[in-house]
């Protein structure tokens, strides 16, 4: 009930819409109250012989005409708002998880799996959208029906309408008591289809990979057996309900039993008049119908109430600003200092120990290391991506742990370790930061970025299409228009992750000339696994296990003999391969 309440609560601004349905559904039922009552009334007029009046008949036969033609154009109307409602709910929800998808924290996402998070939304949508329609066509017809039905059924025959009214309290018991079994078979149902529909996403966006693998056979297995173990539960599940559908059906036949043996009765020994007698089986016939939507009705509410739990639970998350009280980021310089920082991602694992480092306004810092040693977990705290453990992250002595998050990655451009671009134009991937530009500061930033050449070769240039992901791009032409789309942005902090690792020599070192131009006057990180990209940083840190080992200038570790000297030596000379493999760099 809980769950059916946030649903109307998360809808709540289709009110209109479920009142209009609701007062036209009433109308509707109204008007086939009105069948019964009529045919008993001509059946009286039957037994008239001679005075039968043709008019009257006439008459009697023109009301069911014109309670037809109303009852078309009101269930035609009824439908048309249903549809609207229908797409109204689909927007509501659909924007509502979006909306709250957008801010919640990283971590969630690392735990989902995409296709998981989409299938999610569609099953959620589809389920509330077909349930609000039922509620509001087939739930209020039912319980005005019911109503009316059983007051004028009352009018005819009091122990009639009695014995009819007991059939609902038992038929709801009946049905309630066996949706538990149900909702179980449905949770796990769920499980299986978001297990499947996950993978599946996973395959088709990767799809090279499973080719090159060989890997479609074991992929579509996957897929199938998901959907064999689907198969496998809804066979009992839907056992279950027919046995217990029957079950309530037969309560429901033997009240009727009595019912017309009564009604046949009285109107044998003529306490019924034959029109009252025809009348009153109408009536209670009509009522039937109401009795079984509400199999109906509970096997939409079960799915409901089982589908949408997934959804609420989304919506439920908390989000990843952790202060409502938090302030904008003011950055003046630029100085940035971990202080203490302790992290882990999974609450076991520490990959970040007792950090602590301050990069002063425009200095460059670069992180080396080991891969895995925490150097773009370094770069994620920075963006607030995740939070430290323990210790503080500061930006100009703002502690970032109480500033707004918009606010702060306003202040940070970045280019990742993976390009990260999205279908669109090459246009609309550089201007990613803001929604009004100039062409000529897009063309500024392509240039820079040394993307400006090969973006003019395409026939569309700055309107080139670059598909999913970009992947219509080379690497080396995805990271510079990640590197563009950073320079673009303009931002006080620049955090540059692998940044040139996909450009050859000669396109590095035209690149590397560009960021050393954006970087001017500016607070970088920046992280490299070259060290010819960062030989003219302020200061290297390296990080070991996430820990600083050493840090210096470069001119200053180089002759230190520690880590990064050894690095320096190995790719100087092109030597050791074991032992650069070890610090996972490459000359
Ligand atoms: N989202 C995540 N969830 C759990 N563990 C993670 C996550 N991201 C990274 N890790 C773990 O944290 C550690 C540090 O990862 P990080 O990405 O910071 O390394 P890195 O120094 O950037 O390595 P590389 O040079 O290969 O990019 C690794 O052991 C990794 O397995
Ligand atoms: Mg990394």
């Not at 992180?367 to 770069?379: C, F, H, R, Y």
């Not at 002595?397 to 669109?424: C, E, H, W, Y």
Request: net charge positive; with cysteine; hydrophobic share 45%.
């Amino acid at each position: 009930m809980q769950q059916i309440r946030k649903i109307f609560s998360a809808t709540k601004e289709l009110k209109r819409y479920y009142i209009a349905i609701g007062c036209f559904t009433v109308f509707s039922a109204l008007l086939t109250l009105l069948l019964p009552a009529v045919t008993g009334k001509v059946i009286d007029l039957f037994g008239q012989g001679e005075d039968f009046d043709i008019s009257k008949a006439v008459f009697y036969a023109a009301v069911i005409f014109l309670a037809d033609i109303l009852y078309n154009i009101i269930t035609n109307v009824n439908g048309y708002i249903g549809d609207q409602m229908g797409f109204h709910v689909r927007r509501i929800l659909g924007n509502k998880y979006y909306e709250k998808l957008m801010i919640l924290p990283q971590q969630y996402f690392d735990n989902e799996i995409t296709g998981k998070v989409v299938n999610r939304l569609e099953r959620s949508v589809g389920q509330i959208s077909d349930f609000l329609s039922a509620f509001s066509n087939n739930f209020l017809q039912f319980i005005f029906s019911t109503i009316f039905g059983l007051v004028v059924i009352g009018f005819y025959s009091l122990p009639v309408a009695l014995f009819l009214a007991a059939l609902y309290p038992i038929y709801i018991f009946m049905t309630t008591r066996s949706s538990g079994l149900w909702m179980d078979y449905q949770d796990k149902i769920n499980k299986n289809n978001d297990m499947a529909f996950g993978r599946f996403n996973e395959a088709i966006s990767q799809i090279r990979a499973v080719k090159s693998f060989n890997q479609e056979q074991r992929e579509l297995n996957y897929y199938q057996s998901k959907l064999a173990k689907i198969i496998s539960l809804v066979r009992p599940q839907s056992k279950h309900w027919h046995i217990s559908d029957f079950k309530r059906r037969l309560v429901l036949n033997v009240i009727f039993f009595a019912v017309f043996c009564f009604i046949f009765i009285q109107g044998a020994r003529g306490a019924l008049t034959a029109g009252d007698a025809v009348a009153l089986i109408l009536y209670s016939n009509q009522i039937r119908i109401p009795i079984f939507t509400i199999s109906f009705l509970v096997d939409r509410t079960q799915r409901v109430i089982s589908n949408s739990k997934d959804y609420f639970d989304v919506i439920e998350k908390a989000d990843e600003e952790r202060n409502a009280q938090a302030k904008n980021l003011h950055v003046h310089d630029g100085r940035v200092e971990f202080k203490n920082v302790t992290f882990s991602y999974d609450d076991k694992t520490q990959v970040l120990s007792d950090l602590n480092f301050t990069i002063e306004p425009g200095e460059k810092i670069a992180l080396v290391g080991e891969s895995g040693g925490g150097k773009t977990t370094i770069t994620n705290l920075l963006m607030g991506f995740y939070h430290p453990d323990n210790g503080q992250i500061l930006v100009d002595k703002q502690n970032i742990a109480d500033i707004n998050l918009p606010s702060l990655r306003r202040a940070v451009g970045a280019v990742f370790q993976t390009a990260s671009l999205f279908s669109g134009t090459i246009t609309e991937n550089i201007s990613y930061s803001k929604s009004s530009y100039k062409k000529k500061d897009i063309v500024a930033a392509a240039k820079a970025a040394n993307a400006h050449q090969f973006i003019n070769k395409f026939k569309k240039d700055y309107d080139t299409f670059i598909g999913e992901r970009g992947l219509k791009l080379s690497g080396g032409q995805q990271q510079r228009i990640a590197i563009a789309r950073a320079i673009f942005k303009n931002a006080p902090i620049l955090v540059l992750d692998e940044a040139t690792s996909s450009l050859d020599s000669k396109s590095e070192i035209l690149v590397q000339a560009a960021l050393d131009k954006l970087m001017e006057n500016r607070t970088t990180i920046i992280i490299a696994h070259r060290l010819s990209t960062i030989a003219n940083v302020d200061k290297i840190l390296v990080i070991d296990g996430g820990r600083i080992a050493e840090q210096g200038s470069p001119k200053q570790l180089a002759k230190s003999g520690g880590i990064y000297s050894q690095l320096l030596k190995m790719q100087k000379d092109g030597a050791d391969i074991e032992q650069l493999k070890k610090y996972d760099m490459v000359g």
